[in-house]
């Protein structure tokens, strides 16, 4: 059974940086994608970043350029970078394993970005 746990979340001011770890429990195919989604108050829950076994990252284009995906892989954890948080970077942040045609997800670490 996988489990993922993520930790990192916190209350954080305008342009602060954050970083968020998913760990993993259990086996998780390969090749598989992990992926940050986050869900904000009242909206739906929005892709952040991917990275796939053989590292390659994609971005949501808002968030080019502030937020680094990485993984290693030797610990089953997988990071998220953000800097320069802005307000509207508040939401609650997933973690999510795809191995098809397995999908895991996290419960989910807040992130508050507020003065």
């Known amino acids: 059974q996988v489990q993922l746990v993520e930790s990192g979340g916190g209350l954080v001011q305008p342009g602060g940086s954050l970083r968020l770890s998913c760990a993993a429990s259990?086996?998780?195919?390969?090749?598989?994608?992990m992926a940050w989604y986050r869900q904000a108050p009242g909206k739906q829950r929005e892709l952040v970043a991917t990275?796939?076994?053989?590292?390659?990252?994609s971005y949501a284009d808002s968030l080019k350029g502030r937020f680094t995906i990485s993984r290693d892989s030797a610990k089953n954890t997988v990071y998220l970078q953000m800097n320069s948080l802005k307000p509207e970077d508040t939401a609650v942040y997933y973690c999510?394993?795809?191995?098809?045609?397995?999908?895991?997800w996290g419960q989910g670490t807040q992130v508050t970005v507020s003065s």
């Open positions: 999510n394993a795809n191995s098809y045609p397995n999908q895991y």
């Open positions: 990275i796939t076994t053989g590292g390659y990252t």
């Open positions: 259990g086996s998780i195919s390969r090749p598989n994608i």
